[in-house]
C-alpha cells in the first residue's frame, strides 16, 4: 500500500519553536505573586520519624508554610495506595520528602528548612530486591496486606506486593530430558530516566475548590484523577496543563511531583506556588527505573531446541511501588524473549526496597529479562557447538508459534525470523576487523520482543476542528516530549483527510478541562492508539461534512462525493471551509453549524491474565526485532569501543523514518549507558545515592557514540494499527544490554551478566582469568 | 551586595543592579526574561545553558553576572535574523536533531561558536566542540549531521 504522508520524512512541526528557544517549557512560566517551595529530604534509606518540630522554620521573614506527613492527606495509588505525599511515622527511602516549606523565594524557603528539627530513629534497610525478598529482610511496609489495590495486584506479605506467574507445560519433564542446560543470575541496576529537562510543578487552588497546575508530566489525566482522590476537587475544576516536556522516558509518567505540589498550593489558597527540582533532587527525589534482579534456567535438545525455562525475578520497586506493578507484569509477559518455550515457569515478584521508588522507564519489564534469556541462549548455543544465530532461529516467535502467555502469533506481529537474519548477514559479512594488538574484537547479537504493557482498556480520544481556511486543528491530549508524536499525528491527520501535511496543526499544550481524554503518554502506545482515535475522528469529520452538505444542494447524503477538499454533487462544488463555521443561505439565515470530528479509541479484547497461570490475551499486541554490536576491548586498559550497532526492527508500517531511526537509537543510546557507565550506587552506610550528579552518573555523549549505526525496518503492516503502525519509542532500549554482553563474551571469553560492565570490572577479569 | 552591570544581549544593552551570587544564566533567564537558555544541572556539567559571550562559548550557570560586566552575549533567541533563521536552526529542524527541545539551545550556540571560529571544521572538531553536551534523546547523530549541514550551506554561500 502506497501513502502520500505516511511513510515520508516531514519535517517535524515543533521544530522551529524549539530551535528558536520560543517552546515554552514548565520552568519558563512565571505567574503574579508565585512563591517557591523547597523540599526536606530525609538522610536515611529507612528510619522512623520520631518528632519533626517546624515552629521555628515557620517564623522566618518571607516563609509562608511549613508542610510536614500530618499536614496532608494519604495514601493514594493507583495500583497499590501505598504513598503520601510527604513522608508520615516513617521514612523508606533516602530522598524521601519530610517537609516542605513555601515562601517568597526559594532560598527563603531553603533556609527556612535548615531550621526544622527532625528527629529519626534509623532502621536496618535494604537497597537489592534479593535481600528485600530473603527472610529477616526489614518490613518496609508492616501495612502491606492491609493496603487497598487495584484487582490484578496480588499482595504476598512481608516485602512483596506482587507476585505474577507464568505455567505452561511440565517443565520437571522437559528439563530432565533436555541435553544441556545452562542457568545464569543477572542485575539490571537501578538507573535514573537523567531527562535534560529537571521536574517541574507551579499550581494554585481557589477556594471555589479549583485547582490549576502546570507540570512537566506524561501523565495530565493521571495528575488529576489523583488530585482528585487526595483532596476530593471535582474533575472537571481540576485543570492539570502540560506543555511541551523536556524528555521524559517514563520518569515524568504516572505521579512524581505532582501530589506534593498539589497540597503545597492548597496550604496557601489563591497562590501560585513553584516547585522546581535540582539535577540532585531529580536522582533521589523522582522515580528510578529497572533494578531487575533474574535467575534463570534453560533446557535445550541437541538439535537446538528449546525444551524448557524456569525464572525468578525480583524486581526491586522503591519505598512505594505503585507503578512498578506493571512492570512485573512487562516481566511476566516478555519473560521468554521473542522464542517459543514450551514448557514455562515464570515468578516474577514485585518487592519493595529502600530505594526511591521505580517507575516506568523505557521499555519497561522488557530489558530486565531479555539479559538472562539472550545470556542463557547465547550460552547453551556454545555448549551445543551451534551457531548463536542459527540456534536463535530455529526458536524465534514466527508466525504460528505460540507465545508464553498462549497467544499464536499472527502474520502481523511482524517476521522475528526475518529481521535476525537481516542483522546476523550485516553483523557477520565480512571478518572481524584489525584494530590492533591491543584490542580484541567481539560481535553478539539479541533479539526482542515488546508488548505495550498498560491496563487493558486505556483510552484515546481526539477532535478534529476544521477552519474557514481549510486548515485543520488536531486536539490531543498526548504529550510531545520530543518522541516526534505530533509530527507522527499530524502525519496521520493528512492522510486520512487527504489533505496536505502543512495545513494540520496539532494543540501543543495538554490541558485537562479543555483536551481530550488520553490515559497518557507511555508505553509507546501513542502512534497506534492516537493515531486509530485519529482515523475515526476523520472519518466523523467528513461525514458530518457530506451531511452539511446535503443541506446545502438539499439532496441525499449518499449523492456527495468527496474529492480532495472538495464536496461535490453533479457540478455543484463547495470548499471544506464554507462549511467549517456553518453555512449561510444568501437571505442570510444559518443553514449548518460548525463541524468538528470527534474519535474515541479503546483496545478491545485485551484481558487480564490468568492470576495462575498468566495465560491469556493479556498484551495488545506484539513488536519484534533483533541488535547486532561489534565492539573491541582494550587489554590494557578494559575499555570497550562499540565499532558498529545494528538494529532490524518490524515495527509494522513506519510513519516517518527519520523520526523512527531516531527513537530507535535515542532507546538503544540510553541502554548503551546502563551497559557500560551507568548505575546507581548506594552508600553502604546510610543506603543514600551517592552518583548523584552527572559526572558521577555518567551518561553516553557524543564522544562514546558507535561509529557506524544501522537501522533498518521490517514492515509488516500491524492490523490493529492506524496505516498498519504500531509504537516504536522505547524498542530501541529492550536488545542492546545482552548483544553487546554476548560480543564482550566473544572478544574476551568473559562472560558478565551484571550491569554496568566496567573498564575495571573487564581488567579484573581479564587479570583473573574469572 | 548589589552590583551595577552593564551586559550586551543580542544587540540590547542591559543596565541591571545584581547580587554579587546571581549566575549568568538567572541574569539572562530571571532578569531579562530570555527563558530560551534552559538550566539543566547548574553545576556546568550538562552544556544545556550554553550561551557565546565575547565569541567563546560559555556555561552560564557556572558564571556570575557580574563577570560578564562588559560582555556581549549571544543567546538562542539572538541566532539568526529577526524574520530568518540561522543556517544551523536550519539544519536541526532538517535533520531532527531537536527532540524534546532542552539541550537545543545549548547545542546551538556551541555549533554557532565552532562555525563562527572555523571555516572547514572536521568531524573531530564538531564532536570536541558538542563533546560535554548532553542530550537523552537523539544518540547524538543528527546533532552532529546538523552542524554539518549548516556548515556545507555556510560554504556554498
Not at chain 1, 511515622?89 to 515562601?103: D, H
Not at chain 1, 538439535?303 to 516481566?331: C, F, H, P, Q, R
Not at chain 1, 508464553?404 to 526475518?418: D, F, R, S, T
Amino acid at each position: 500500500m502506497t501513502f502520500k504522508y505516511v511513510g515520508k520524512s516531514c519535517t517535524r512541526n515543533d521544530g522551529v519553536e524549539k530551535t528558536t528557544g520560543r517552546a515554552l517549557f514548565v520552568a519558563d512560566m512565571k505567574f503574579p505573586g508565585m512563591l517557591h517551595a523547597k523540599v526536606l529530604r530525609s538522610p536515611y534509606a529507612h528510619a522512623k520519624i520520631k518528632s519533626i518540630d517546624t515552629s521555628e522554620a515557620l517564623r522566618q521573614p518571607g516563609v509562608f508554610a511549613v508542610l510536614t506527613g500530618e499536614d496532608v492527606p494519604g495514601p493514594f495509588g493507583v495500583a497499590i495506595a501505598d504513598q503520601y505525599p510527604i513522608a508520615r511515622n516513617k521514612v523508606r527511602y533516602a530522598g524521601e520528602p519530610v517537609a516542605a516549606a513555601i515562601a517568597i523565594n526559594e532560598r527563603a524557603a531553603h533556609e527556612a528548612l535548615k531550621l526544622v528539627k527532625v528527629e529519626y530513629e534509623p532502621l536496618p534497610f535494604v537497597i537489592h530486591p534479593k535481600d528485600a525478598a530473603s527472610e529477616g529482610a526489614p518490613i518496609i511496609h508492616e501495612n502491606l496486606m492491609n493496603y487497598h489495590v487495584a484487582p490484578y495486584v496480588n499482595p504476598v506479605g512481608k516485602n512483596i506486593y506482587q507476585h505474577f506467574k507464568v505455567r505452561k507445560g511440565d517443565i520437571e519433564e522437559a528439563f530432565n530430558k533436555a541435553d544441556v542446560v545452562v542457568e545464569a543470575e543477572t542485575w539490571f541496576p537501578y538507573i535514573h530516566h537523567v531527562q535534560l529537562e529537571p521536574h517541574c510543578a507551579i499550581a494554585q487552588y481557589n477556594l471555589d475548590d479549583s485547582m490549576i497546575m502546570y507540570s512537566t508530566t506524561q501523565a495530565p489525566f493521571v495528575v488529576q484523577s489523583c488530585m482528585q482522590e487526595l483532596h476530593g476537587m471535582p474533575l472537571s475544576k481540576i485543570q492539570v496543563v502540560a506543555p511541551y516536556i523536556g524528555g521524559g522516558f517514563g520518569g515524568k509518567s504516572d505521579i512524581t511531583i505532582e501530589a506534593l505540589v498539589s497540597c503545597l498550593a492548597k496550604a496557601v489558597p489563591g497562590r501560585f506556588v513553584r516547585l522546581l527540582l535540582t539535577r540532585e533532587e531529580m536522582f533521589i527525589g523522582t522515580t528510578l527505573g529497572r533494578g531487575g534482579y533474574c535467575k534463570y534456567k534453560v533446557g535445550v535438545s541437541k538439535e537446538g531446541k528449546i525444551l524448557a525455562m524456569e525464572g525468578e525475578s525480583y524486581l526491586g520497586s522503591g519505598g512505594n511501588a505503585d507503578y512498578a506493578v506493571n512492570i512485573v507484569t512487562g516481566m511476566g509477559l516478555a519473560g521468554t524473549g521473542p522464542y517459543e518455550v514450551p514448557n514455562l515457569k515464570l515468578d516474577v515478584y514485585g518487592v519493595y526496597t529502600n530505594t526511591p521508588p521505580i517507575g516506568a522507564s523505557r521499555g519497561y519489564g522488557h530489558p530486565e529479562v531479555h539479559l538472562p534469556v539472550e545470556r542463557l541462549l547465547e550460552k547453551a548455543a556454545r555448549k551445543l557447538g551451534m551457531d548463536p544465530a542459527e540456534f536463535r532461529l530455529k526458536n524465534l516467535l514466527a508466525e504460528g508459534k505460540v507465545n508464553g502467555i498462549g497467544q499464536v502469533m499472527k502474520h502481523e506481529n511482524g517476521n522475528v525470523v526475518l529481521c535476525a537474519q537481516k542483522v546476523a548477514e550485516e553483523l557477520y559479512k565480512s571478518p572481524k576487523p584489525d584494530k590492533g594488538e591491543n584490542i580484541m574484537v567481539g560481535r553478539g547479537m539479541a533479539a526482542y520482543m515488546k508488548t505495550p504493557c498498560m491496563p487493558t482498556n486505556v483510552q484515546s480520544s481526539v477532535y478534529l476542528k476544521l477552519n474557514v481556511d481549510g486548515s485543520v486543528t488536531l486536539a490531543t491530549g498526548a504529550i510531545e516530549m520530543g518522541q516526534g508524536t505530533y509530527t507522527a499525528l499530524a502525519q496521520i491527520v493528512a492522510e486520512a483527510l487527504d489533505i496536505p501535511y502543512e495545513k494540520v496543526n496539532v494543540t501543543n499544550k495538554v490541558d485537562t478541562l479543555i483536551s481530550p481524554y488520553e490515559w497518557q503518554t507511555v508505553a509507546s502506545h501513542g502512534t497506534w492508539g492516537t493515531g486509530n482515535a485519529i482515523l475515526l475522528a476523520a472519518e466523523d469529520l467528513k461525514s458530518k461534512l457530506k451531511e452539511s452538505a446535503s443541506k446545502v444542494f438539499d439532496t441525499d447524503v449518499k449523492n456527495i462525493k468527496i474529492e480532495g477538499d472538495k464536496l461535490i454533487y453533479n457540478d455543484k462544488v463547495l470548499k471544506w471551509g464554507d462549511l467549517a463555521l456553518g453555512y449561510k443561505n444568501p437571505d442570510g439565515s444559518a443553514l449548518t453549524g460548525p463541524v468538528i470530528g470527534e474519535g474515541h479509541f479503546v483496545p478491545k479484547g485485551v484481558q487480564n491474565p490468568d492470576p495462575e497461570t498468566g495465560q491469556g490475551n493479556a498484551a495488545a499486541d506484539w513488536t519484534f526485532g533483533c541488535v547486532g554490536v561489534e565492539l573491541g576491548v582494550d587489554k590494557t586498559t578494559g575499555e570497550i569501543h562499540i565499532y558498529r550497532l545494528l538494529n532490524t526492527i518490524d515495527a509494522g508500517t513506519i510513519v516517518n523514518p527519520q523520526v523512527a531511526r531516531d527513537q530507535v537509537l535515542g532507546g538503544m543510546t540510553m541502554v548503551l549507558g546502563s551497559t557500560l557507565t551507568e548505575g546507581i550506587v548506594f552508600s553502604e552506610d546510610k543506603g543514600n545515592i551517592r552518583n548523584n550528579n552527572l559526572v558521577d552518573y555518567k551518561i553516553i555523549g557524543i564522544e562514546d557514540m558507535p561509529e557506524e549505526v544501522l537501522i533498518n525496518f521490517v514492515e509488516t503492516p500491524e492490523e490493529s494499527g492506524p496505516y498498519g503502525a504500531k509504537g516504536i519509542g522505547e524498542h530501541g532500549a529492550v536488545g542492546p544490554a545482552p548483544a553487546i554482553l554476548n560480543a564482550i563474551y566473544d572478544a574476551t571469553g568473559k562472560d558478565f551478566y551484571e550491569l554496568p560492565v566496567t573498564a575495571e570490572k573487564i581488567m579484573m577479569a581479564l587479570e583473573g582469568g574469572k | 551586595m548589589k552590583h551595577s552591570i552593564k551586559v550586551n544581549i543580542n544587540g540590547q544593552l542591559y543596565l541591571e543592579e545584581v547580587e554579587t551570587s546571581m549566575t549568568l544564566l538567572q541574569f539572562i533567564r530571571d532578569k531579562v526574561g530570555l527563558t530560551g537558555t534552559k538550566s539543566g544541572c547548574e553545576n556546568g556539567e550538562c552544556g544545556a545553558c550554553t550561551v557565546i559571550m565575547n565569541g567563546n562559548p560559555v556555561r552560564s550557570c557556572i558564571i556570575l553576572a557580574v563577570e560578564a560586566d562588559g560582555a556581549e552575549i549571544i543567546t538562542v533567541e539572538g541566532l539568526g535574523e529577526k524574520d530568518k533563521l540561522h543556517p544551523l536552526q536550519q539544519s536541526f529542524i532538517e535533520t531532527g536533531a531537536a527532540q524534546c527541545g532542552f539541550c537545543t539551545p545549548g547545542m546551538l550556540m556551541a555549533g554557532k561558536a565552532l562555525l563562527d571560529k572555523k571555516k572547514n571544521p572536521s568531524n573531530e572538531d564538531i564532536t570536541e566542540a558538542l563533546g560535554g553536551h548532553l542530550c537523552r534523546c537523539t544518540g547524538y547523530k543528527s546533532i552532529s549531521k546538523a552542524v554539518e549541514v549548516a556548515l556545507s550551506k555556510n560554504n556554498r554561500n
